[in-house]
């Protein structure tokens, strides 16, 4: 018993090492038939290539067919504007393309050319060649291809992740005009917004803002970072899923665009400084929450994600309005006037050079530090009623404007994390706690000779 089971150990062990063996003389077959090769393998001219199809692995293929203006189109019924320069740069890539070794009588599942991981294919006047990428070498990283010559290739160039797109990086995607500046934003519909840019228009304490919205009767700033990013969102938007590639009258009635949910007006200087209005539809929400917009005179229609969406629906003076408090230009500033815990005093402010000095009294005193924190209070909600409590601090600051002298701000206590803020006596919204209190303390330093 014990002597079969040692027979059945030794037969085993045998049958091993014949496999390894076999595998290492199939190993030093394929070296030994390995040669340097530094040759062109796959070339052909390319200005006579009509049709042109490419693959990536087994589910993804591409066929594109050149007209008679020489412009690449898809063999398929629904077309959509290709990007000429990528289709142009695939061809060249494989065009002249040169091996450095050849392997010959190769088992193609060795090298991963028996389903190529991506092929390429050109065709001039009916005749085809076809070049197929397999996998890389396990040592070198080179990779293995194929032009169907019966010989496996490592290639100089690894030109296969090229072949790696998708249908946006495919699709030619319709462009708005540059832009040297946009003038202004006009939201109609469900919602209701217009916005307008003008310099140095007075109509606030700092020129450092150049859009504005009317509210309350008067023309308030807005951020400009805030405008410009819901503008971005269709601008930038044109990338986004196309849901049709050649609109036809009954598609506007398919994607609810006959009656949009809003209409959307932007006016906008180009590069000679002539102006410009580009009109958007945006439709309702479908009942699967589906949103889309088209540009009037585009032909296209396209899918816009929820956030940019909601960035119109949503739009209004408090989701455009600053997030600082106060944006002090000091160089603008003439005085500081403060009153904490009723202690008075007045600020002169000059500037020397790059810097700002405060002086109290004529005696130059350290706001450096006030200067700079107070231009950091940042809303973190918009409010217009609270209940108050007790003011912690007011500070008026008077400017070098005729037409805005002066912008008073208060700051009062609200919750453990939040203060309330106050400008020119209207109620704006809450800050952080802490960043206010910082503010303050900063102020009642200086007063009390700390």
Known sequence: MKRSRTLKILIGVLAALIVITIVVIKIGEYKERMETFEEVVFSFDEDKVDRFSFSLGATAHCDLTKNSD????????????????????????????????????????????????HSATVTIDGVTKTISFGDKSPIEGERYFSVGDGFVYIAKE????????????????????????FTRL????????????????????????????????????????????TINAVWNALTDYYATYDIKDEDLETYNLIDPELTVEISYLDENDEEHTEYV???????SGAKFFHRVGSKYIIHMNDEN???????????????????????TVKQVIVNVDGERATFDVKKDGQKTLFYLDGKEVDLDSFSRDVNKLEYIEFMDDASLKKREAQIEFIFDNDRWP???????KYTGKACVIKVDGRMTGTVPREDAVRVVEELNAVLLGE
Not at 83 to 103: G, P
Not at 193 to 200: A, F, R, W
Not at 406 to 412: A, D, F, V
Request: charged share 25%; aromatic share 16%.
């Open 70 to 117: 020489g412009i690449w189109l898809l063999d398929k019924e629904v077309q959509y504007p290709i990007n000429q320069e990528l289709v142009h740069d695939l061809i060249s890539c494989i065009n002249n393309y040169e091996a450095k070794f050849k392997i010959i009588n190769p088992e193609l599942s060795v090298y991963g050319l028996e389903r190529p991981e």
């Open 158 to 181: 690894d030109v296969a992740e090229k072949f790696e797109v998708d249908n946006n990086d495919l699709m030619a995607f319709e462009k708005f005009p540059d832009v040297k500046q």
């Open 186 to 229: 006009k939201i109609k519909g469900a919602n209701e917004l217009e916005v307008i840019y003008k310099e140095n228009a007075g109509y606030c304490y700092s020129d450092s803002f150049v859009y504005y919205t009317m509210v309350y009767g008067q023309y308030m700033p807005c951020s400009s970072k805030y405008v410009e990013a």
């Open 281 to 287: 539809y945006m439709s309702p929400r479908t009942i």
């Open 309 to 331: 969406y909601d960035k119109f629906l949503n739009a209004s003076y408090n989701t455009l309005r600053p997030s600082e408090m106060i944006l002090a230009d000091w160089s």
């Open 406 to 412: 002066s912008m008073t701000c208060e700051i009062y």
